[in-house]
């Protein structure tokens, strides 16, 4: 968002002018003082005298330079000074900060489906597996208001009030029926629309505690969280109060939060009002370091802990039941799990990492395979380290996430995220992350939901609740980023993924043995940015799936199963 | 339709001491319904048939000849202006008057036609007023409605052996009773024996009477002998012969006993394949006449199957008396101590009663729970709900359920595990979901199947172990029921009904603490059912089955050391008498070893079907293939080749098929594969080695239905059987007549339709047309499946009530009429309908010629058996034999925007390869 952007710019301007006016004072610990620095600029025009005369031109405030240079405002160019952008105040020092995304996708795939128990729509389609072509458009307009009072060149906001409505239209369109609908007769194409609010939060800049600008703040209502530097573990816009901010000139960031879930669209994913808060709460406390262990790292300590108590049957827009999860004993449960994270992100000298790891500890009232309630004791890594040759940047991605090998005792250790968006080995790029998989005949789950990495069997990923009974995931790839014109972007990935135990998986579906090979997973993805900027972005991708041995001891097509592909056309334009 | 030749009241008994006028209220209606009606009054014209009541008089010139009559109107539109004229002239004057079958008393106006309702029963009494002697003469009549064409004559039902004689003569009223109290004598096998009752009263003068029998006009394969009995006890009086000569004074009322020994296949043909017994005086004028339809039990006439050898090294586990009598030990020291007085059954493996004992207190009826949507609208469309049933029936039903569903080797279900798949969702009480997988199967095991045997040693003795037994109520959901285990193999099932409704579970997500199902755990301690194929450890569809809500921690005793059954104090209870089931001077019973002759199933070696998994086979008391491999009737049917084939491939297939519900993963399902012919007789029936012994009648439950359906003959034989509502809902629905043979069903697409919603599941929309409304419908009234047999079930469950087998529901079901040119005379449903997936209609290069029917594993797991067992042996046959043409088949159809499935295989399905989508395209 185009507020975050202009706060953390700010932030910057504060911390370069701090180092650069009292370099000593904020020497990093055991740095070498180097003597001053001589300019390195030959040729230059030497800089004024500090005798030399000045004239004095009065002007009405900074804001205004600009008018009194001849440059206009220009409220339809983001790139000119705009009262609409918060280049000027309307009032005071009261700002205002418009704008939009409008979010085009076209998404061409085949997903292993199920044909409907109940119906058909074609004679001698006999079997449990349907026709894998799916079709999916979504347009998605996201407009934001936001209001801001302070000096924002030179300190953060004292108050800033956002609201971030967003509508979204989809078609879905699919070969089988009972996927858009639960209920087969309504055949096999869904439209549907919907307006939720993404963000509508007050921020209050509560004090500062430090000349540089150290400060504490809170912010009210719904409100984006992430709670690591990729997604893993929760990454949403969801109602909280979030008590945030920085020590040491920034070295050291903190957040305190609390969030109570809201319900969320099926079909748009997005925040839905109309229906009560659900019983789940998440409280967040973490803490960043930067240059921990070495310069240019940044380390996040973090505690977690998800209160889950939603006992009761909740079904999506379709008529799915998401609330239990159609899933062994099928009951209402309630979970309370803590996750101690340990995250970075950085570099050692010229190798890029970035490292996440969990462990998530904590009690379940009912273990769906055992009927009994039981422990979660599981765990989550994933590294992905980098380097850069020019414009070239090469990549390796790693990741486990322990699955559960003996999902009847009483101890779950299969891992599962809160709600995990994660920006890592390809991303939404990648087939494996981008689709959801059902898992068919293995009760109303997904193998792996969209836009998630860990094969967590749940109802919903959206509106579902964790289940630490899943095979878990290991994950090896490798990756290049190619930079092959200032506009544009190559992205290549290649992933092997494999369960770390199907024990769960045999027990759902009463079949065995079923193998651990999920396959490859290998994508491309263009970005192009024609105007270097953000306000026009053209991504395409594409991925394929290609099956392993254990993918196909669990699902196929009807039409064809030697591989599944997943195409993105998305244009976002954004002002 | 069979005869009902009394028109007397059925209900006359006190039955159950306790609700006996709500019963008998709710078996009347059930009974009415059987008999066809509640349809709506469509058509303009009907159908009636008669009978009289006795068939002969002999009277002094100048007297009156009365005798009762009763017009049943088979149609589903009133007869109206029904009335009865002599069609036979004779010296006498006629006269007819409606009477009240309860009371025999005259109603109404004397020679008034009267209008009867659809399905209901009227009884006249009709007078003869002889004016001049004539000798004995078979008297015709005319009954016949305005709307209706006169109903046949047939000799010895419905036309009068009618004389006048100067002088007073003996006249010898005659009425005979069967064991099955349909008019008909069964012979077991071809060549067992048949025995049935005459009771006479001579209201005319004393003589010396010759009672001799015969097959009147037909020769049939049979001989008949007689004996004058002891009325008291039935015994003969000397050794059966063929003609018996006695003294009948005036008002005597002797008794006789007619055996008929079988030689040879009789089909069922009551208007012509009868016994008649004849009474002669001294003169050699017939003064008294009965009549009895004469039917073998195996009526087709195929070769005798061959006899078997049970294996040598047979060495199962067996419930022992001592056993029986520890188990109903250890519930009853729990009872008493909660103060639940109980009624337990114990069952063996394949549903021989052991022993019923009922706590003294135990009440004798529970009533089946009320609609739990609290509809209730009429008892007509409630079926079963709150009707009373006797508790002794409830436990051994359940007892039944948890040995038929359990194995030794796979699964162990109970009663709870049943309730939870069958009813409107799965899971119970979720949205948008499926209904349970086995919707129906509680209408299965019916006390009329013509393929499960009856405890009946009077007419076998080998009936007392052989199963597959039937039971009283079909099958559970009524948690209190589970197997029984010894040495880790599944040797019976223990029942147990101490108080509450007789239900489902509705709620499978808290705890209901039931009581039944407390005791009838404590009567398996030590008996206990492995873990590792426990229920709760099986998982469908992703979804875990439920076992038991009580645990070890609810007794309220030990009941381990409760002692045996002479531990029990004295004044606890007693064994009872369940007529049917168990007979209580039978005392503790002992069960039979699953594989032997007694236990009614042995394994055939001799690789005819299968050498790598030998398939058990049904066997009579001499170890005699019941249903060996045979050739269907009529022009173009299944060759006798061709039924080995269907068997063979659908065994092979079932060999390699990964099992749904069997423990551990990935082994390989026990299924029972059945094949009819298109008169629905059993052509051949396979079950594998530790096959859930339920999937018997199912699999030949859905082979039929899948015929029935895809008939030409399907909407007429329901609109003949009262039933035509549903056959015309189903035209409504699809738009055309969709039982008259243009349509191919499969028992999956039946089972679509016979769902509470339409497409199933989807709460919203409206039921399926062979199912109630989703207000009314309930897993004891479901719609056609219950409405077809309900009738049989009144009829049982008089004869439970009343101790009495006469009045048994006959030996197949349905009051359909039988398919038009059977050789068997039977209803092609004659162990009811089945409405999920498993059967499949057998054609011939397009002409319907059979069914086939799978059952015992995880229904799509089923499908694939029967589906492919059919193409791959109509691949290999080559002789025209395979699946309904694609353009027939019923998931053509669309009604309410969505058309049925009509196979559908399951994932994974071989244990041998990794190999999916094998039914796509065939």
């Known amino acids: 968002m185009r507020a975050r952007s202009l706060f953390f710019a700010a932030l910057s301007a504060v911390a370069f002018a701090g180092t650069a006016a009292a370099q000593d004072e904020f020497q990093k610990p055991g740095a070498v003082i180097q003597g001053p620095v001589e300019p390195q600029n030959p040729g230059a025009l030497p800089p004024p005298s500090p005798d030399a005369e000045y004239r004095e031109i009065p002007v009405p405030d900074r804001v205004r330079i600009m008018d009194a240079l001849g440059v206009p405002d220009d409220p339809l160019n983001p790139y000119h000074q705009s009262t609409l952008k918060g280049d000027r105040p309307v009032f005071d020092d009261w700002y205002v900060v418009l704008g939009a995304v409008l979010d085009t996708l076209y998404e061409p795939r085949t997903v292993p489906v199920p044909e409907n128990v109940v119906s058909t729509n074609r004679q001698l389609s006999n079997d449990q597996f349907g026709r894998p072509r799916q079709t999916f458009f979504a347009q998605t307009l996201i407009p934001t208001f936001t209001i801001i009072k302070g000096d924002t060149t030179f300190m953060p906001p004292e108050y800033e009030f956002t609201v971030t409505p967003a509508v979204k239209f989809t078609h879905l369109g699919v070969e089988e029926l009972g996927i858009a609908d639960v209920n087969p007769a309504k055949g096999r194409n869904r439209n549907s629309g919907f307006v939720g609010f993404q963000e509508a939060f007050l921020d209050y800049h509560i004090r500062n505690v430090s000349d540089r600008y150290d400060f504490d703040s809170v912010r009210v209502g719904i409100q984006p969280m992430n709670v690591d530097f990729r997604g893993f573990l929760f990454q949403d816009q969801q109602l909280g109060i979030r008590f945030f901010g920085d020590r040491a000139n920034n070295r050291f960031q903190y957040n305190l939060a609390y969030f109570r879930r809201i319900e969320k669209d099926t079909n748009s994913g997005f925040n839905d009002l109309s229906k009560d808060l659900r019983r789940d709460d998440i409280f967040i406390a973490n803490l960043f370091v930067q240059d921990l262990p070495v310069t240019g790292f940044t380390s996040e300590f973090s505690v977690i802990h998800n209160r889950n108590h939603e006992t009761g049957f909740h079904y999506d827009t379709n008529g799915f039941q998401v609330r239990p999860a159609v899933l062994g004993f099928d009951a209402p449960h309630a979970y309370d799990v803590t996750y101690f994270g340990l995250n970075g992100d950085g570099h050692f000298g010229r190798l890029n990492l970035t490292e996440s790891f969990y462990y998530a500890v904590g009690k379940d009232s009912v273990n769906e395979l055992s009927g009994k309630k039981a422990d979660i004791s599981a765990f989550f890594v994933a590294l992905e380290p980098s380097i850069d040759f020019d414009w070239i940047r090469l990549r390796g991605s790693f990741l486990y996430s322990s699955g559960d090998d003996n999902p009847r005792d009483n101890t779950e250790t299969g891992f599962d995220a809160i709600n995990e968006n994660p920006q890592f080995a390809g991303a939404d790029s990648s087939y494996w992350i981008r689709e959801g998989i059902p898992l068919i005949g293995g009760g109303g789950v997904a193998l792996s939901g969209p836009n998630s990495l860990i094969p967590a069997l749940r109802g919903s990923k959206d509106e579902g609740q964790s289940n630490f009974i899943n095979p878990g995931l290991l994950l090896i790839g490798v990756g290049a980023d190619l930079d092959i014109l200032p506009e544009l972007r190559l992205s290549l990935n290649a992933n092997h993924l494999s369960f770390d135990s199907t024990k769960v998986l045999e027990q759902l579906r009463q079949q065995g043995p079923i193998r651990n090979d999920i396959g490859w997973d290998m994508s491309v993805t263009a970005n192009w940015r024609p105007f270097d900027t953000q306000n026009m972005i053209f991504r395409a991708s594409g991925a394929v799936l290609v099956p392993g041995d254990g993918f196909k001891d669990l699902l196929a097509s009807e039409a064809s199963d030697k591989l599944y592909y997943s195409v993105v056309l998305n244009l976002i334009l954004a002002y | ?922």
């Open chain 2, 1 to 922: 339709m069979h005869i009902k030749s009394s028109s007397g009241n059925l209900f006359s008994t006190d039955m159950t001491g306790g609700k006996k006028c709500c019963l008998a209220t709710a078996l009347v209606l059930a009974l009415l319904i059987g008999a066809g009606s509640a349809g709506s009054a469509l058509a303009q014209t009907t159908t009636v048939v008669a009978s009289i009541l006795p068939n002969s008089r002999s009277v002094q010139v100048g007297q009156s000849a009365t005798a009762f009559a009763t017009i049943i109107n088979a149609g589903s539109a009133t007869g109206t202006a029904c009335s009865i004229a002599p069609a036979t002239s004779i010296p006498a004057t006629f006269s007819y008057q409606t009477t009240d079958p309860a009371t025999n008393i005259s109603t109404g106006t004397a020679n008034t036609p009267i209008d009867i309702a659809p399905g209901v029963a009227q009884s006249f009494v009709i007078s003869l007023a002889t004016s001049a002697a004539f000798a004995p003469t078979a008297v015709a009549f005319s009954f016949s409605c305005s709307n209706a064409a006169a109903a046949g004559t047939i000799a010895g039902v419905n036309d009068l052996l009618l004389s006048a004689s100067a002088a007073a003569v003996p006249d010898i009223v005659a009425i005979a009773a069967t064991s099955t109290s349909d008019g008909t004598v069964h012979i077991p096998n071809n060549n067992g024996t048949g025995a049935f009752a005459v009771a006479t009263a001579n209201v005319g003068a004393g003589d010396a009477i010759t009672i001799s029998a015969d097959t009147g006009a037909v020769g049939l394969p049979v001989s008949l002998t007689l004996c004058q009995t002891v009325p008291a006890t039935g015994q003969c009086l000397a050794a059966p012969s063929a003609t018996v000569t006695t003294t009948v004074a005036a008002g005597a009322t002797p008794t006789f006993s007619i055996f008929a020994q079988g030689s040879g296949a009789i089909p069922f043909a009551p208007g012509t394949n009868r016994v008649f017994v004849r009474f002669r005086d001294g003169a050699n004028a017939v003064r008294g006449l009965t009549s009895v339809a004469l039917v073998t039990d195996d009526p087709t006439p195929v070769a005798p199957g061959p006899v078997l050898t049970p294996s040598s090294t047979l060495a199962g586990a067996v419930l022992t008396p001592a056993d029986v009598g520890q188990v109903i030990s250890q519930v009853v020291k729990e009872a008493t101590a909660r103060g639940k007085p109980a009624t337990i059954a114990v069952v063996d493996r394949v549903g021989a009663v052991l022993a019923v004992y009922a706590m003294n207190g135990a009440p004798a009826t529970l009533p089946v729970e009320d609609n739990p949507r609290g509809a209730n609208a009429t008892p007509l469309v409630d079926g079963l709900n709150s009707v009373a049933l006797p508790t002794a029936a409830e436990a051994i039903t359940k007892a039944i359920t948890a040995a038929y569903l359990s194995t030794s080797n796979g699964n162990a279900f109970s009663t709870r595990t049943a309730s939870q798949i069958v009813q409107d969702h799965f899971n119970p009480g979720t949205m948008g979901a499926a209904s349970g997988p086995l919707f129906g199967v509680q209408f299965s095991q019916l006390p009329c199947s013509d393929l499960s045997v009856r405890y009946d040693t009077i007419a076998d003795t080998s009936s007392a172990t052989r199963g597959p037994h039937r039971s009283p109520l079909g099958l559970a959901g009524d948690p209190g029921g589970f197997p029984l285990y010894k040495n880790g193999e599944l040797v019976g099932g223990i029942g147990v009904k101490a108080e509450g409704p007789y239900r489902v579970d509705e709620n499978i997500y808290d705890n209901d603490h039931s009581t039944d199902e407390i005791l009838a755990l404590a009567g398996t301690i030590g008996y206990d059912t492995p873990a590792a194929i426990r229920a709760d450890t099986i998982v469908a569809g992703g979804i875990t089955l439920r076992f038991s809500d009580a645990d070890t921690s609810d007794f309220v005793t030990s009941p381990a050391t409760a002692g045996g059954f002479a531990a029990i104090p004295a004044g606890a209870g007693s064994l009872i008498d369940v007529s049917g089931y168990y007979n209580k001077s039978d005392g503790l019973r002992a069960g039979s070893v699953y594989g032997s002759t007694a236990s009614g199933l042995v394994q055939d070696f001799s690789g005819a079907i299968n050498s790598s998994v030998p398939p058990m086979l049904l066997v009579d008391g001499t170890s005699r293939v019941r249903y060996p491999a045979s050739a269907g009737a009529g022009t173009g049917a299944i060759t006798q080749a061709e039924t080995s084939a269907l068997l063979r491939e659908a065994y092979a297939s079932a060999t390699k098929t990964r099992a749904q519900i069997r423990n551990p993963a990935g082994s390989v399902l026990a299924v029972t594969i059945s094949v009819v012919d298109v008169n629905g007789t059993v052509l051949g029936i396979a079950t594998m080695p530790d096959a859930p012994i339920f999937g018997i009648d199912v699999s030949l439950q859905k082979a039929r239905t899948a015929l029935f359906t895809s008939s030409a003959y399907g909407d007429s034989a329901l609109t003949a059987a009262g039933l035509g509502r549903f056959s015309t809902a189903a035209a409504s629905f699809f738009g055309k007549p969709v039982f008259s043979g243009s349509v191919a069903w499969s028992a999956r697409s039946i089972g679509n339709i016979a769902r509470d919603s339409y497409p199933d599941g989807i709460d919203t929309t409206p039921n399926g047309p062979l199912s109630l409304s989703r207000a009314l419908s309930t897993p004891f009234s479901n719609g056609l499946q219950l409405d077809l047999v309900l009738g049989n079930l009144g009829q049982h469950v008089t004869s439970v009530v009343t101790g009495n087998p006469a009045a048994d529901t006959p030996a197949y079901c349905t009051a359909l009429p039988a398919p038009p040119g059977s050789p068997t005379g039977r209803p092609v449903l004659s162990n009811g309908l089945q409405i999920f997936p498993g059967g499949f209609p057998i054609y011939r290069n397009g002409v319907l010629v059979g069914g086939i029917g799978i059952s015992g594993d995880g229904v799509d797991q089923d499908d694939m058996t029967g589906f492919l067992g059919l193409y791959n042996a109509g691949q290999g046959l080559g002789t025209g034999i395979g699946e309904a043409p694609a353009a027939i088949r019923s998931s053509t159809l669309y009604g309410n925007g969505a058309a049925p499935h009509y196979v559908n295989c399951p994932f994974a399905p071989y244990v041998d390869s990794n190999a999916q989508n094998l039914c796509g395209g065939k």
